[in-house]
């Protein structure tokens, strides 16, 4: 008996260790699983986010003003055009898929073509009657400039955009307004490059 009461102390302090460091096992354990659960969900979400941007934004540009050309069957691109235009109404809708090819043909995005648009003629609802320029262009005191078709609006307006503004450097709205709107740089504090990039975000948002 007396061996017993001189041994309990010790027995006392290792089954008081014993739990503790079980105790502390189990706890880093499911600590362990739970941080490697939460890693391994947070990767599937990033995946998924990546995924999602691809598939929405695919033909996103490089530049605001220049369309990364990818091969796919899942371009979102033509469908986010007509449905913005008919979001508005435009008389530009019928010409839609012809607006996307023409940009991609000179490198452009199409949404900057239908950002300006907006900004420019209510995406077509207000310039001439039979007009088919919804994009101010070769708009001056001398009188306005009409084309025959939305084609060849498109393939006109695309084409001088690509050589006397974006080959030249001039990229960004802030950019393109010194030569596509200067009155809004004299007198009206850069409002058309404001309204470019506002119908841009809303376009790429939709």
Request: hydrophobic share 40%.
């Amino acid at each position: 008996m007396k061996n017993f009461f001189s041994w309990w102390p010790i027995l006392i302090i290792w089954l008081t260790t014993a739990t503790i460091t079980l105790a502390s096992v189990c706890l880093f354990f499911n600590y362990h699983q739970s941080l490697l659960k939460n890693q391994k969900l947070s990767q599937k979400k990033q995946l998924a986010l990546q995924n999602y941007h691809y598939h929405r934004y695919i033909s996103q540009p490089k530049v605001l003003s220049e369309t990364a050309l990818q091969p796919t069957t899942e371009d979102a691109v033509p469908t986010m055009v007509k449905n913005y235009l008919k979001k508005y109404q435009s008389p530009m809708l019928e010409a839609a898929d012809e607006l996307v090819t023409i940009a991609r043909k000179y490198e452009l995005d199409p949404f900057l073509l239908l950002a300006i648009a907006q900004c420019e003629s209510n995406l077509g609802k207000k310039m001439p009657p039979q007009c088919y320029n919804p994009f101010g262009w070769g708009i001056h005191s001398a009188g306005t400039l009409c084309f025959s078709s939305w084609t060849e609006g498109f393939e006109k307006v695309a084409q001088g955009l690509r050589q006397n503004y974006l080959n030249k450097g001039l990229e960004k709205p802030e950019e393109m307004m010194l030569k596509y709107n200067l009155n809004s740089v004299n007198n009206a504090n850069g409002k058309w490059a404001k309204c470019v990039k506002k119908f841009l975000e809303e376009i790429t948002l939709q």
